[in-house]
Each structure stands twice: as structure tokens, then as C-alpha cells.
């Protein structure tokens, strides 16, 4: 049966304000991310170089300040950080709207904003993504999941077309004013939320670079985690190099017209919306660890649909693959992403998620030259089939990994020896049980499944 709404997390009140938040500004965020190319072409004639360079400013700050972002946002509370962000994003709109009112506005200056606003962008995903289950608990995290990404690919699909609506109606730069308006509208929430945020607890006197260091070793010493980065980052690669041809193929290879291959392009956000509504439901039925990889060995296949793609009634193989493969990610990135909020102790959470997302979405740029390499190598359709392959494949490091022996996150989690923080990832399985007895009874006690010797005075992690 489906819990009523009263039961899950809409009851809470804070979490309700978390998602408006996260709504206006998720829509002001991809509405700027069109609104920038638009400026550069309509006020300062960029060229197709200078766009690019644009395009790359606005998405590679996870590259440049993601890990070291885990780190800061480990040592402090949260929300002052969240609202902080949305307020230096208003400033930063304004002021290019501003400059532009005065005719100073130059290519440098918006790529300045530009840069500001991935900055700030990579602290506030991040950070929502530890908060979380501060607002939450970890009971309804994986609905509270599938809301937020439920509000991420409604943008994706409204923010665009709004974006080019308000450019017509009020000016591109004018168009910022609105993006303004959101990211205060967001502040506001978050300012209203009312959950007590514990205070971050410090560990030792490590510097910043150790604790960079660690939150890389959590994730690769996990073989949960390190299966699900390695998945994640390949499917991140092959994604790129696809998306790179998408609307080459669609134009040139099949001979859309440039508005039906937006249109084609348009099912990928619904596919998302798709797996985001799915996915708790999913999750319950199959099981919250087994649907993790389930949910992309039978879903991938459907990417060898798109390179079949034709005319006429040929864009359905398109239309297919797209969503297809688009609702088995969502599933998935939701549902990996609970698992690592349920697993990671608080104090290392930040450090964790801006490791994980160092690693896959370092991967992203790496893809679009990649795309663009096979394309002219051996052609565009060829690329695509290859690109399909690839995705089948990659989720052979999760079936590798022991989500494949559990039904349930809790069969892979332990509660730490002598309190902690948190859960710890484990396992239950007879032969484990078997090793941690035979374990006991040697000198010196039992030892943490990684292989190192448990200290029980101190609390166990992840790695640990």
C-alpha cells in the first residue's frame, strides 16, 4: 500500500521549505544557464569559441573547488552556507544586469559572474545533499530524494523554454532580475527552516589536504561506493560523448529539422521525471540495495535503440531509448545517492559527496571529446551504437560489488562499535558473521570488515 502523504516527509513542515528552496532555485539555475549563452550572443556577439568557453566556466567548478568544497562545508553548519549561496547568486545577477544597464557589461565580467555562479552552485549541491537528512532523518530519505529530484528535472524541462520566453518578453538581461528574485525567494525559505542543525565535529587537527585525502579514501575503500563511483563515472563518460552527437545525428545523420530534434531532445527530462516519481515505490517493492543495480542492467540496454533511429516512424527507436534509459539513471542516482546518506557518518558526509561527485562528474568533459573524436573517426551512428554497448556494460562493477547479495540497504549497514555518529557500511551475510566470531576470539579483538584492527573505545567509519 502507498503511504499517505501525512506519513512521509511532507509532514515536516522544514522539509517542505527545503524543497521550495530547492524548486525556485533549481528553475533560477537552469534558467540562467541559457540566459548567459543568450546574453553573450544578443549584447556582446560572442563567437562560437568565446560560447564555449562560456559553457565551460558555468560547469567546471565541481572540477576545480569540488573536493575542497567537501572539505570547508565539513567543518560548518549548513543552512547559513545554503542561504549564503543563494544570496551571493542574487548579487552576482544583479550585478551583470546592472552592467549592462550602464554599458559596462564585457565578456570577461560575465564570465566572472559565470564563474561566481558554478562556484556557488557547487557549494549548494553539495551541501543540500548532506543537509538532508538533518531536515529529514534517515527513515524518508529516499522519498525525500525522489522529490528533490523530481524539482531538478521539472527545470530541466521548464527552465529553458522559460528562459527564452522572458528574453522575449522583458530582455535577456532583464531575464537575470527574475533569477534574482528566485535565489532570494530561496534564501527566505531556508532562513524559515526551524530543525536544529547539530554542530560539525572536528576530529584531530588534520589539515585541509588530509581531509581532501579522506574523503577519497572513504569512498574508494567502500566496495559499495567504489562500484557505484566507477559505474557512475563510466556511465557519466559515455553520457557525454553521446550527447556531444545527439543533435548531429538528428539533423545530419537521420535529417530531422532543427525544432523536431529539440522536440526529440525534450524526452530526456521526462524520462528523468519519470524515474524520479518511480523510484520510492520501485525501491520498496524490490528492495532499497537490489534496485540500485537492477534499476541500470535493465534499463541500459535501451541506449542501442537511439543509433536505429530513422525517419518518420523511426524517432520512436529514439524516443524509446531516451526514456528508457533515462528512467533506470534516475532510479538509480536516486537510490545510490540514499544509500551513501544512509552509510557515511555526518561528519564526513560533505567529503564524501564532493569526492563522489569530483570523480563522476569529472568525467563529463573527458566524454564530450571523446564523442567528438569517435565521431569523426568511424562516424556518428557508429559512435552511438559503441556508446550503447559501453552503457550496457557498465554496471558490471555493481554486480561485482555486495549489493548484489542484499535486498536492503540494512543488510549493508552496522551501527558503530561505542556510539558514533552514524551508520557504517558492513555486512551480514553467515560467512561474515563467521569471521567477525573467529575474529573476537583473537588477540588484540575483532577487526573492521576493511581488514584493520577495530579500536572498540573508538567509533568506527567508513575506510576506518
Known sequence: MTPRPQDGPWRSGDFRLLVAGQTVTQLGTDVTALAFPLIAVLLLDAMPLQLGALVAVQNGAFLLVGVPAGVWLDRRRLRPVLIATDLVRC???????????????SLPLLMGAAGVMGVMRVLYDIGHQSYLPSVLGRRHLLQGNSAVETVRSSGQVAGPGLAGWLTQLVGATNTLLVDAASFLASAACLARIRTREPAPRRVGRAGPVHEAREGLRLVLANPVLRAIAVTSALSNLLFAAATALLVLFLVDTVGFAPGTAGMLMSAAPAGA???????????????????????????????????????????????A????????????????VTYRQTIVPARFLCRVNASMRFLVMGAMPLGGLLGGALGDAVGVRATLLAVGVGLTLAPIPLLLSPLRRARDVDELVTRPAGGGDGPVAGTRS??????????????????HPSGVRHDPKRPASIGS
Open 91 to 105: 548579487a552576482a545577477l544583479v550585478t551583470v544586469t546592472v552592467a549592462a544597464a550602464l554599458s559596462w557589461l
Open 273 to 319: 521525471l519519470l524515474g524520479a516519481a518511480a523510484a520510492a515505490r520501485l525501491a520498496r517493492r524490490v528492495g532499497s540495495a537490489r534496485i540500485i543495480w537492477l534499476a541500470v542492467v535493465a534499463t541500459s540496454p535501451a541506449n542501442l535503440l537511439v543509433p536505429l533511429t530513422g525517419p518518420g516512424w523511426g524517432a520512436a527507436f529514439f524516443v
Open 321 to 336: 531509448g531516451i526514456v528508457g534509459a533515462g528512467v533506470g539513471q534516475v532510479v538509480y542516482g536516486i537510490t545510490q
Open 430 to 447: 553467515t560467512a561474515g558473521r563467521r569471521r567477525r566470531r573467529a575474529a573476537s576470539a583473537r588477540p588484540g579483538g575483532p577487526r
